[in-house]
């Protein structure tokens, strides 16, 4: 199983493993969104390129990045040289906004949770604050600040 966690592993209690805060989906999301950003200046960055880079079928590419281009992150070009460039500028994205546009598509996921006192009035609760938290950190993270930490990896 992939570590998909973004907190380094010494934050932990010695032996444990850490807590997942991010599905695969939402790192691919992410990258993505960066991959366009520092990669899309001259020509829009194809779904295929993006796949290889990411060493990915494109089947498990085009869904995220139709999700991103429905929320305006993205903008999809047609044609022979087209692809994908940013919707917005760098420093209006956020890794929150990414998060939020691929993660439209499963707000379904609400109807299998538990309808009881406890999981309502103490956990939910609970969770949604985490939940608060952990958006408004992702709201101070731009596809700027990202794009300029991966630059710096050429």
């Known amino acids: 199983m992939t570590d998909c966690s973004i907190l380094p592993s010494d934050s932990f209690a010695p032996g444990a493993a850490p807590m997942p805060l991010l599905s695969r989906k939402g790192i691919l999301a992410i990258a993505a ?22 060493k990915l079928p494109p089947r498990h590419l085009e869904p995220v990045l139709q999700a991103l281009v429905r929320e305006g992150i993205l903008r999809g070009v047609r044609g022979p040289h087209g692809g994908y460039t940013l919707a917005r500028e760098h420093h209006r994205v956020s890794a929150n906004d990414i998060l939020r546009a691929i993660g439209a598509d499963e707000d379904a996921e609400d109807s299998l949770l538990p309808d009881s006192p406890l999981a309502n009035d103490v956990v939910k609760p609970a969770l949604v604050e985490a939940e608060r938290t952990f958006s408004a950190a992702l709201g101070r ?6 794009a300029k930490s991966a630059q710096a990896l050429k």
């Open 141 to 146: 993270i731009s596809v700027e600040d990202m």
């Open 33 to 54: 969104v960066i991959d366009v950003a520092i990669n899309s200046h001259s020509r829009p960055v194809s779904a295929r390129a993006l796949a290889m880079r990411h």
